[in-house]
C-alpha cells in the first residue's frame, strides 16, 4: 500500500503543486481518502467512509475485489480494471489478506456519515409502471435489464447500483463517464468472465445522461447531489461517444442528441 502497491499514487488527493497529501496513515486522514479525476475516473476513499469508502465492507470482499475484480456489490470499471488485470489477480492470498486488513484499519476521513440504508420505493414505482420521476423513463429503457429494478443488479456480474461509493460520491465525474462510454470488466484467471456495459453517449443527450444520473444518485436510498446536464457536457468533451458497431445484417436506427 505505502512502497510497491503505490495505491496513493491515484486514491490520495494532491497539493496545489501535484505531490500526494499523505504517503503513509501516519500523514494524517488524506491519506488513501480520494483522488481527484484520472483520465476521467475518480478514485474513491479507501478509507472507513461508510457510504463513499470502504466502511461496510469486510476483509473478504476486499480481497475478492483486488483479486476478480467483482464482488456480490461492485465490479471494477475505468482504471482499475488495469491495476486488477495487470497486478492485484497475481499477487498471493497472504499479499491480499494483508492489504484488506491494512485497509480496514484506516478511519474514515470524513466524520458523521450516515451509512446506506435501502429504500423500496423507486423500485416499487418502476414495478408500477410509474417512470413520472425524471430520469426514471431513461433507466427504464436502458439500464434495468442489467441493474434491475430494485437498483441490486445481479451478483458477479452486473453490479449494483444501490448503496455503491461510485453512484453517492460528491464527484459524479466517474458515473457519467460510464454512462457515456460505457465499460467492461476483463476475465481474470479466478474469474474468467468478461461482461460489458454499452456506451450511451451516442444516443443520450447531455439532460438524459443528468436526469438518469439524478435518478440513480437519489434512488434506493442512495444520497448523491444533483447532476446538472453542463457537468455532463463538460466530461462529454473527452470522452468518445462512438456508436457500437450493429451484428451483421442488422441496422441501427438514427438517433439524436
Known amino acids: 500500500m505505502q512502497g510497491l502497491g503505490h495505491c496513493g499514487a491515484c486514491h490520495t488527493p494532491r497539493a496545489p503543486t501535484m505531490q500526494e497529501r499523505g504517503l503513509t496513515d501516519a500523514d494524517g486522514p488524506d ?4 483522488g481527484a479525476a484520472i483520465d476521467g475516473w ?7 467512509e461508510p457510504r463513499t469508502g470502504l466502511g461496510t465492507w469486510n476483509e473478504t470482499e476486499i480481497v475478492q475485489f483486488l483479486k476478480t475484480g467483482r464482488t456480490l456489490r461492485t465490479a471494477a470499471f475505468g482504471g482499475m480494471t488495469d491495476v486488477v488485470g495487470h497486478s492485484m489477480q497475481h499477487m498471493t492470498d497472504d499479499d491480499l489478506n494483508a492489504i484488506a486488513r491494512y485497509l480496514k484499519t484506516l478511519p474514515p476521513r470524513v466524520q458523521g456519515e450516515q451509512p ?19 430520469g426514471a423513463a431513461v433507466y427504464r429503457d436502458n439500464c434495468t435489464a442489467c441493474h434491475r429494478s430494485d437498483g441490486h443488479g445481479y451478483t458477479r456480474v452486473f453490479p449494483a447500483l444501490a448503496g455503491n461509493p461510485v453512484v453517492q460520491g460528491d464527484d459524479p465525474t466517474s458515473l457519467i463517464h460510464v ?9 481474470t484467471r479466478t474469474a474468467p468472465s468478461t461482461f460489458t456495459m454499452p456506451p450511451f453517449g451516442w444516443r443520450l443527450s447531455d439532460q438524459e445522461v443528468a436526469d438518469v444520473s439524478n435518478f440513480v444518485r437519489t434512488s434506493w436510498g442512495n444520497t448523491g447531489a444533483p447532476v446538472t446536464a453542463a457537468q455532463v457536457a463538460k466530461v462529454r468533451k473527452s470522452v468518445p461517444s462512438t456508436r457500437p458497431e450493429p451484428p451483421p445484417g442488422a441496422r441501427f436506427p438514427q438517433a439524436s442528441r
Open 179 to 187: 454512462v457515456l462510454e460505457g465499460s467492461a470488466l476483463q476475465g
Open 31 to 34: 491519506f488513501l481518502a480520494g
Open 42 to 48: 475518480v478514485p474513491t476513499s479507501l478509507r472507513g
Open 116 to 134: 446506506h440504508v435501502y429504500d423500496a420505493a423507486a423500485a416499487k414505482a418502476l414495478q408500477a409502471g410509474d417512470a413520472s420521476k425524471p
